[in-house]
C-alpha cells in the first residue's frame, strides 16, 4: 500500500486508487491504511499522503526499476478510468517503460496537444518522444513525426528537420507528401539550410502534377520563399518572374492565394516597386483570425506583409501586426518565432525614431537569439538590430565590444538578412544581396 501511494504521487492518493495499484481488498486495504497512519507513515482521510516528501521519497526509491515501471503503466491506466485528466495518465506514461501499447500513444498525443494549446512545446516535445519510443502503429508513425516536428519547430528547428524529413521519408501519398514538405522547407530556412528547403520543395512539387490547385499553389510558395530567402539562389529572377505570374491577379479568396500575394508583397518591396502597388497586394494577404501562429498560413507570410508596411512608411500598421505577432507566440511559447518579431519590431521602432522602445525590444531579440547561436537566422537578425540600435543611442563602443564578442567576422550566413539600416545606404528598401546585413568575413 505505501509503494502504490508513492507511486500514485506527491499529491497523495484516494483509498480506491491505491487499493486497486497495490491489488487489495478495498476492505483490506482500508485497514492497511490505518495501519499507516498509526506507524506515522501516511496521514489524510479522504487522500492518502506521506506524513513527509522525504518518506515518500525513501519508499518510492525501494521499488525496484522493474516493479516502478509496471507500477506506473497500471497507474497510469487506474487513474483515467477513475477520470483524471490526460496529463496526470501521461505523467506515469513517461515514467513507465515503452510497451508497444497502442493506448499509451494516443494518451501521450493527447496530453502533447493540451501541452502545445497552453504554450508549453517543449512538454509536448518530451511527450511525443516518448510516443515514439512505445512505438506507435506503423499506420500511426507518420501522424507521430509530424506532430513531433510540429511541437518542435518553435523550440529547436535541427530537431524538426529530423521529424519531418522521417515522416518525408515514410509518406507515399503525394498530397501527404506535400503537407509535410512545408513545415519541413520551414524548419530547413530556420536552420541556415535554404539551399536544401529550396531543393526538397522543388522535389515534392514535381510530384503534384494533377493535385488540388491549392496545394500544388501552397508548395509552389514554399519553394520560391526560400528560394528568394536563399543568398546564393542562382534562379532569383527567374522566381521573381514566377512568382508575379502566379500571384499577380489573385484576389485573396483562399489560403494559398494569400500566401502568395503576401510573397508577392515583399517582392514588390525588394524591387523598388511604387509603395500603392506594393500595399494592394500586402492589403489583400491577411485573412481574419490569427495570423503568426496560423497553422496553415504559416508565420513568414504575415512578417513579410507587415515588413512591406514598414518599408512602405505605413509604420502604424507594420507595428499593429507586429504587436499581435508577440502576444501570439508568446502564448504559443514559440522561441524562434518570437526572435524574430521582436527584431523586426525594433527596427520598426528604429525607422520611427523611438530608440528607448527600439533598444527595448532589440535587447529582448538578443537575450532570445543567445539561446539559439549564429547557425540560425533568427540570431542574424537580432545580432544587426541590437548594434543598428545601439550605434543609434550613440553607444558605438558597447557595439564593437559586442562585434568583437561574437566573432561575427568569421561567420557567414545562407540567408538574406534583408533589414539592416547599412545595407540600405540612405533608402528605405532593403538591397537583397551579399551585403545585406552584418558583414561577411
Same mark, same amino acid.
Not at 476492505?27 to 506515522?40: I, K, P, Q, S, V
Not at 491506466?77 to 493506448?103: F, K, M, N, Q, Y
Not at 502533447?112 to 519510443?133: F, I
Given at each position: 500500500?505505501?509503494?502504490?501511494?508513492?507511486?500514485?504521487?506527491?499529491?497523495?492518493?484516494?483509498?480506491?486508487?491505491?487499493?486497486?495499484?497495490?491489488?487489495?481488498?478495498?476492505?483490506?486495504?482500508?485497514?492497511?491504511?490505518?495501519?499507516?497512519?498509526?506507524?506515522?507513515?501516511?496521514?489524510?482521510?479522504?487522500?492518502?499522503?506521506?506524513?513527509?516528501?522525504?518518506?515518500?521519497?525513501?519508499?518510492?526509491?525501494?521499488?525496484?526499476? !522493474?516493479?516502478?515501471?509496471?507500477?506506473?503503466?497500471?497507474?497510469?491506466?487506474?487513474? %483515467?478510468?477513475?477520470?483524471?485528466?490526460?496529463?496526470?495518465?501521461?505523467?506515469?506514461?513517461?515514467?513507465?517503460?515503452?510497451?508497444?501499447?497502442?493506448?499509451?500513444?494516443? #494518451?501521450?498525443?493527447?496530453?502533447?496537444?493540451?501541452?502545445? &494549446?497552453?504554450?508549453?512545446?517543449?512538454?509536448?516535445?518530451?511527450?511525443? /518522444?516518448?510516443?515514439?519510443?512505445?512505438?506507435?502503429?506503423?499506420?500511426?508513425?507518420?501522424?507521430?513525426?509530424?506532430?513531433?516536428? /510540429?511541437?518542435?519547430?518553435?523550440? +529547436?528547428?535541427?530537431?524538426?528537420?529530423?521529424?519531418?524529413?522521417?515522416?518525408?521519408?515514410?509518406?507515399?501519398?503525394?498530397?501527404?507528401?506535400?503537407?509535410?514538405?512545408?513545415?519541413?522547407?520551414?524548419?530547413?530556412?530556420?536552420?541556415?539550410?535554404? $539551399? $536544401?528547403?529550396?531543393? /526538397?520543395?522543388? !522535389?515534392?512539387?514535381?510530384?503534384?502534377?494533377?493535385?488540388?490547385?491549392?496545394?500544388?499553389?501552397?508548395?509552389?510558395?514554399?519553394? =520560391?520563399? @526560400?528560394?528568394?530567402?536563399?543568398?546564393?539562389?542562382?534562379?532569383?529572377?527567374?522566381?521573381?518572374?514566377?512568382?508575379?505570374?502566379?500571384?499577380?491577379?489573385?484576389?485573396?479568396?483562399?489560403?494559398? #492565394?494569400?500566401?502568395?500575394?503576401?510573397?508577392?508583397?515583399?517582392?514588390?518591396?525588394? !524591387?523598388?516597386?511604387?509603395?500603392?502597388?506594393? =500595399?494592394?497586394?500586402?492589403?489583400?494577404?491577411?485573412?481574419?483570425?490569427?495570423?503568426?501562429?496560423?497553422?496553415?498560413?504559416?508565420?513568414?507570410?504575415?512578417?513579410?506583409?507587415?515588413?512591406?508596411?514598414?518599408?512602405? +512608411?505605413?509604420?502604424?500598421?507594420?507595428?499593429?501586426?507586429?504587436?499581435?505577432?508577440?502576444?501570439?507566440?508568446?502564448?504559443?511559447?514559440?522561441?524562434?518565432?518570437?526572435?524574430?518579431?521582436?527584431?523586426?519590431?525594433?527596427?520598426?521602432?528604429?525607422?520611427?525614431?523611438?530608440?528607448?522602445?527600439? &533598444?527595448?525590444?532589440? %535587447? /529582448?531579440? @538578443? $537575450?532570445?537569439? %543567445? #539561446?539559439?547561436?549564429?547557425?540560425?537566422?533568427?540570431?542574424?537578425?537580432?545580432?544587426? +538590430?541590437?548594434? #543598428?540600435? =545601439?550605434?543609434?543611442?550613440?553607444?558605438?563602443?558597447?557595439?564593437?565590444?559586442?562585434? &568583437?564578442?561574437?566573432?561575427?567576422?568569421?561567420?557567414?550566413?545562407?540567408?538574406?538578412?534583408?533589414?539592416?539600416?547599412?545595407?540600405?545606404?540612405?533608402?528605405?528598401?532593403?538591397?537583397?544581396?551579399?551585403?545585406?546585413?552584418?558583414?561577411?568575413?
Amino acid at each position: 500500500m505505501a509503494r502504490a501511494v508513492a507511486v500514485l504521487g506527491v499529491g497523495g492518493a484516494p483509498l480506491r486508487r491505491a487499493a486497486l495499484l497495490a491489488g487489495a481488498e478495498l476492505e483490506d486495504a482500508a485497514r492497511t491504511a490505518d495501519e499507516l497512519r498509526a506507524a506515522n507513515i501516511l496521514h489524510g482521510d479522504c487522500e492518502l499522503v506521506f506524513v513527509h516528501p522525504l518518506v515518500r521519497a525513501a519508499v518510492y526509491a525501494d521499488i525496484a526499476p !522493474s516493479a516502478r515501471s509496471r507500477a506506473h503503466a497500471s497507474a497510469a491506466r487506474i487513474v %483515467s478510468a477513475d477520470g483524471a485528466g490526460v496529463d496526470r495518465v501521461a505523467a506515469h506514461l513517461l515514467t513507465a517503460e515503452p510497451g508497444g501499447d497502442a493506448w499509451a500513444v494516443e #494518451q501521450l498525443r493527447a496530453a502533447a496537444r493540451r501541452a502545445l &494549446e497552453a504554450g508549453a512545446p517543449d512538454a509536448a516535445s518530451a511527450l511525443l /518522444t516518448r510516443a515514439l519510443a512505445e512505438p506507435p502503429s506503423a499506420a500511426e508513425r507518420i501522424d507521430v513525426l509530424v506532430e513531433c516536428g /510540429t511541437a518542435t519547430s518553435a523550440v +529547436d528547428p535541427s530537431a524538426t528537420v529530423e521529424h519531418f524529413a522521417a515522416a518525408l521519408a515514410l509518406a507515399s501519398d503525394p498530397a501527404r507528401r506535400a503537407a509535410i514538405v512545408l513545415p519541413l522547407a520551414k524548419a530547413l530556412g530556420f536552420s541556415d539550410r535554404l $539551399e $536544401e528547403a529550396v531543393a /526538397t520543395a522543388a !522535389s515534392v512539387l514535381d510530384e503534384l502534377e494533377g493535385a488540388e490547385e491549392d496545394l500544388v499553389r501552397l508548395v509552389e510558395c514554399e519553394w =520560391l520563399m @526560400w528560394g528568394h530567402f536563399w543568398l546564393d539562389n542562382p534562379d532569383r529572377n527567374a522566381h521573381s518572374r514566377r512568382l508575379r505570374a502566379m500571384a499577380g491577379g489573385l484576389p485573396g479568396e483562399s489560403v494559398s #492565394q494569400r500566401t502568395a500575394l503576401g510573397l508577392l508583397a515583399w517582392d514588390l518591396v525588394v !524591387s523598388d516597386t511604387p509603395a500603392h502597388e506594393t =500595399l494592394a497586394a500586402a492589403g489583400r494577404a491577411l485573412g481574419p483570425g490569427r495570423v503568426f501562429t496560423d497553422p496553415d498560413q504559416g508565420f513568414e507570410i504575415p512578417t513579410l506583409v507587415a515588413a512591406a508596411y514598414m518599408y512602405c +512608411d505605413e509604420f502604424d500598421r507594420a507595428l499593429e501586426l507586429f504587436d499581435r505577432g508577440v502576444g501570439e507566440l508568446r502564448s504559443a511559447g514559440w522561441l524562434v518565432h518570437l526572435t524574430f518579431t521582436y527584431a523586426n519590431r525594433a527596427y520598426v521602432r528604429m525607422r520611427q525614431g523611438a530608440l528607448l522602445d527600439a &533598444e527595448a525590444d532589440a %535587447s /529582448t531579440a @538578443w $537575450e532570445l537569439a %543567445s #539561446q539559439l547561436g549564429p547557425m540560425f537566422p533568427a540570431w542574424w537578425f537580432a545580432f544587426g +538590430d541590437i548594434i #543598428q540600435v =545601439l550605434i543609434e543611442r550613440g553607444s558605438v563602443d558597447r557595439a564593437l565590444e559586442l562585434a &568583437e564578442a561574437t566573432g561575427v567576422g568569421d561567420l557567414s550566413p545562407d540567408a538574406v538578412i534583408s533589414h539592416s539600416r547599412a545595407s540600405c545606404e540612405g533608402s528605405s528598401m532593403p538591397r537583397v544581396g551579399p551585403t545585406s546585413g552584418p558583414p561577411r568575413s
